[in-house]
């Protein structure tokens, strides 16, 4: 990336000259693509820039083409080159031979990543530490140190489902990012973490999003935690469960995996409001356990989204009820 390029287009747009921008912008982008291939997700910034330009001068469908070009290049960036290849070789381990996984694109920097800086390791993704910023994290598909290597009853699944062949975590929040983040705006990051693109890692690539942090600088809590360490504002936390619960209906989003409080953390702030961040948008739209309710029928993913909802409401309202029978 050449951030002086990015910050003199940065600077025309914001004089709104648009004229002297435009072209300054599309060099940038031929000039990054020259040195960093079509594939890069770097490329997104200069894209970035221009939809904007574009977005400003009215011209909407060019905005259209080119966001939905940087979709494609950041969802692609988490799949291995020639990913088809890895899947016929563990559903036919004896036509095609097996190889390791290799990315799309290659960086200058690779981050270090170790155990040391693991500070959470679910089914299908590992989140580390940002070396360089521990305000920041960076989420790791376990696959690209896994690889495939699917059970026979997951190869069924594969061939019945074909919409989870190419179903990795960071693939799928990248989608929320670059499409349902854009849609809704500002009001997306009350209840999401910042996303700052996509840096390539020893372990594969990563996705570097914040660490949710309450106003006072601390790290905010699930809200199972956060309840049973502050007993006096349960009544709250469920008020704030509401609240996103309303707010995903209201831009007609849909999330699962509410079973589990950890996603769900309550961000403390006197000056703008207390909320609930979902740090794991990854099941949004196409859940890895279930069929693309929310594209094909949406008011079955509501149901279900609402029905989820409800349980872990439940579940935090009986956290408060046994607080309550301990105090007494």
Same mark, same amino acid.
């Given at each position: ?15 709104? /000259? ?10 940038? %982008? *031929? ?13 997104v910034v200069y894209l970035d820039l221009l939809a904007e330009i ?7 469908? +060019? ?8 979709? /494609? ?11 088809? /290849?890895?899947? =016929? ?11 390791? %996984?290799?990315? +799309?694109? =290659? *960086? ?12 959470? *390791?679910?089914?299908?993704?590992? #989140?580390? $530490? ?18 495939? +290597? ?29 499409? #349902?983040?854009?849609? $809704? ?15 390539? #890692? ?15 600088g601390s790290f905010s809590k699930p809200i199972d935690v956060f ?16 609240? &996103? ?8 989003? $849909? ?10 953390? $309550? ?8 909320k609930i961040v979902v740090v794991d948008w990854k099941t949004e739209? #196409? ?14 993913? &509501? ?13 935090? *309202? ?11």
């Amino acid at each position: 990336m050449y951030p002086d390029e990015v910050a003199n287009v940065v600077k025309l747009i914001q004089n709104c /000259k648009y004229d002297k921008a435009l072209p300054e912008a599309e060099k940038a %982008l *031929s000039r990054a693509t020259k040195e960093l291939g079509g594939n890069h997700p770097d490329l997104v910034v200069y894209l970035d820039l221009l939809a904007e330009i574009y977005e400003a001068e009215g011209q909407y469908s +060019r905005v259209k083409k080119i966001r939905r070009k940087a979709l /494609k290049i950041w969802m692609n960036a988490f799949l291995p080159k020639d990913s088809y /290849k890895y899947f =016929f070789a563990d559903l036919l381990p004896f036509l095609f031979e097996r190889k390791p %996984l290799q990315p +799309r694109f =290659f *960086s200058n920097e690779v981050m270090p990543l170790d155990s040391d800086l693991l500070i959470h *390791s679910g089914s299908k993704r590992d #989140t580390f $530490v940002h070396p360089k910023d521990p305000r920041l994290c960076i989420k790791i598909d376990r696959l690209w140190k896994e690889g495939y +290597r699917l059970s026979p009853r997951k190869r069924l699944e594969r061939i019945l489902m074909p919409w989870l062949i190419d179903f990795w975590s960071n693939r799928e929040e990248a989608r929320v990012y670059r499409s #349902t983040a854009l849609r $809704v705006g500002k009001a997306f990051y009350e209840h999401a973490p910042r996303c700052f693109g996509i840096a390539m #890692t020893n372990l594969g690539p990563g996705l570097v999003v914040e660490r949710i942090c309450n106003e006072d600088g601390s790290f905010s809590k699930p809200i199972d935690v956060f309840v049973k360490e502050n007993p006096d504002k349960a009544g709250r936390a469920l008020e704030l469960l509401r609240e &996103l619960y309303d707010f995903l209906v209201s831009h007609k989003l $849909v999330i699962y995996d509410w079973a589990n409080p950890a996603n769900f953390l $309550v961000r403390q702030s006197k000056s703008k409001g207390d909320k609930i961040v979902v740090v794991d948008w990854k099941t949004e739209g #196409t859940a890895d356990k279930d069929i693309p309710l929310r594209d094909i029928f949406p008011a079955l993913a &509501l149901k279900k989204m609402t029905y989820e909802y409800n349980c872990l409401y439940e579940k935090i *309202s009986r956290l408060c009820d046994f607080k309550d029978n301990q105090s007494a």
